[in-house]
């Protein structure tokens, strides 16, 4: 069964440092991608997506990824963070292209930023 | 993008009641997810919902602790029976969108106390 290990439960930086929350995924064939953010009290948003082409992805707010397939890897990155990136960071997995396959979450990174 | 509505946004129920959760969307699809974000957790999957047939549902859900319904391409219901405490979670209803976008879309949240 496919699986997502984020490994960074709680995560403490300072404004302007670099980011990177790891994402490990086990699933053999193809996958699509995902990072979600959720800011305090509010919704799960999309941060970024990974399907095909290019393994560095762009997403929003200066957000970006690196999918590396030999180490199954998707890990998001940020240059220098601020404090409004603080929220619960959440990779996702789903196995081929099919809107019919479940996303499945990892356990979520919390992001603190000290202003 | 797709639009959900998910009612009621939050209750507060008695032990050993039962809630019933509603999802509209606003475009037919096939298949709707219901999810769990206990307090400070991920979002764990408890079910597929595909209109015409019965959920599947994934380990540790069953259907008679949560029912669900599909009556048609824009419509599901999750209940939540015989509550207990240990069900105070926020419930998510999901979609994927069609070919060539598969990221998730999810509804507002329905935020449950059990008291």
């Known amino acids: 069964a496919q699986s997502v290990s984020q490994h960074n439960h709680h995560v403490i930086l300072s404004e302007a440092a670099s980011l990177e929350l790891g994402c490990n995924y086990s699933y053999g064939g193809t996958v699509n991608l995902f990072w979600y953010v959720q800011y305090p009290g509010q919704h799960l948003q999309l941060l970024l997506k990974y399907f095909s082409g290019d393994p560095l992805v762009k997403g929003i707010k200066g957000f970006e990824a690196e999918f590396i397939k030999s180490k199954f890897s998707f890990n998001l990155r940020k240059p220098s963070v601020q404090w409004s990136d603080t929220a619960e960071y959440f990779c996702a997995v789903t196995p081929g292209y099919s809107s019919a396959s479940k996303i499945i979450f990892g356990s979520g990174t919390r992001l603190s930023i000290r202003p | ?115």
């Open chain 2, 1 to 115: 993008s797709a639009v959900i509505s998910q009612k009621p946004s939050r209750d507060i129920c008695q032990r050993g009641t039962s809630l019933t959760i509603q999802c509209q969307v606003d475009s037919q699809v096939t298949m709707m997810f219901w999810y769990r974000q206990q307090p400070g957790q991920s979002l764990t999957l408890i079910a597929t919902a595909n209109q015409g047939s019965e959920a599947t549902y994934e380990s540790g859900f069953v259907i008679d602790k949560f029912p669900i319904s599909r009556p048609n391409l824009t419509f599901s219901t999750l209940t939540v029976s015989n509550m207990s405490p240990e069900d105070s979670s926020i419930y998510l209803c999901s979609l994927r969108g069609g070919a060539g976008n598969t990221e998730a879309f999810f509804g507002q949240g329905t935020r449950l106390t059990v008291v």
